[in-house]
């Protein structure tokens, strides 16, 4: 997704620095930035602190999918609970408004269907996904804090599952499962009857949401937003569609 809003801020002509790792992102999602002179590159972990000038920060590091977070836990906590304070200090500091990437999972093995904000979840700490669910949960609980304690603009958006162009062909998510088989003329893989629901949201649209809850200003700008496709879809629907 940084890759896309990376697109859409410049278009809108906003100069841009991309943080990246490169844990799970590619430098070829950006290479068509990279001679820009609005646009620059720091290879940067946001676990380290960082000193820029900035009027907006987007905070979406994290690896994204149980492949890659599971794969170092410890790793990924540290990314969602000390990245996320490197990037409020960087907030605070330069007084700019800041916006956390945050996650559906923060509803764990939700009761209620479908979520609304004021849902709390059913929430699990000790589970082999909670490094991922329990970081975005402090992570959103910091985001809170630096706003009421420091008086730092910040906004959060619950993510629900997200796809388009540039995801990671090895990384399980379904719908780059379902197409990366369809390329490669296989047979497409359906867990139990393909009866189970998920929203499914176009990068685009999820990219013009960050947009436009970063320019509103209203007094409960601060609160989570649940942002997804809007109506679940069986997979059984997915793959009829390809
Ligand atoms: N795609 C979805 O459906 C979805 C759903 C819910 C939440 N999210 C959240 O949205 C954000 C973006 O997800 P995505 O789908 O684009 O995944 P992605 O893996 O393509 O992007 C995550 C990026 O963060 C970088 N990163 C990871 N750890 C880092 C660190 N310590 N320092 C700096 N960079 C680091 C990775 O290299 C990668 O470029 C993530 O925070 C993810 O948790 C995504």
């Known amino acids: 997704m940084g890759s896309h809003l990376c697109d859409r801020l410049l278009a809108e002509g906003h ?3 991309s943080l990246d790792n490169l844990y799970t992102g590619s430098k070829r999602n950006i290479a068509h930035l990279l001679s820009r002179p609005d646009f620059s590159f ?11 000038e900035v009027d907006w920060v987007f905070n979406l590091a994290c ?15 540290k990314t969602s609970v000390m990245g996320t304070l490197n990037m409020l200090g960087l907030a605070k500091r330069t007084h700019a408004r800041i916006m956390q990437a945050s996650t559906s999972e923060v509803y764990g093995d939700p009761l209620e269907h479908p979520q609304t904000e004021g849902y709390w979840g059913n929430v699990n700490p000790i589970g082999l996904r909670s490094c991922y669910d329990e970081g975005k949960r402090v992570a959103e609980t910091l985001m809170m804090d630096y706003h009421r304690q420091n008086g730092v603009d910040t906004r959060i958006v619950r993510i629900f599952n997200t796809y388009g162009p540039r995801m990671a062909t090895g990384d399980g998510r379904v719908i780059s499962n379902f197409v ?12 139990g009857d393909g009866e189970q629901t998920r929203s ?4 685009d649209d999820m990219i013009d949401a960050f947009v436009r809850l970063m320019d509103y200003q209203g007094d409960d ?6 942002v997804g496709g809007g109506h679940e879809r069986s997979m059984n629907d997915v793959v009829s569609c390809l």
Do not use: M, W
Request: include cysteine; aromatic fraction near 8%.
């Open 15 to 17: 100069e841009v620095i």
């Open 42 to 52: 720091i290879q940067h972990d946001v676990v380290d602190p960082i000193k820029l």
């Open 63 to 77: 690896p994204a999918s149980p492949v890659h977070y599971q794969h170092n836990p410890v790793k990924t906590v």
């Open 180 to 191: 990366v088989q369809a390329l490669r003329g296989e047979k497409l893989t359906v867990y």
């Open 200 to 203: 499914f949201c176009f990068v």
């Open 221 to 226: 700008a601060h609160e989570p937003v649940n």
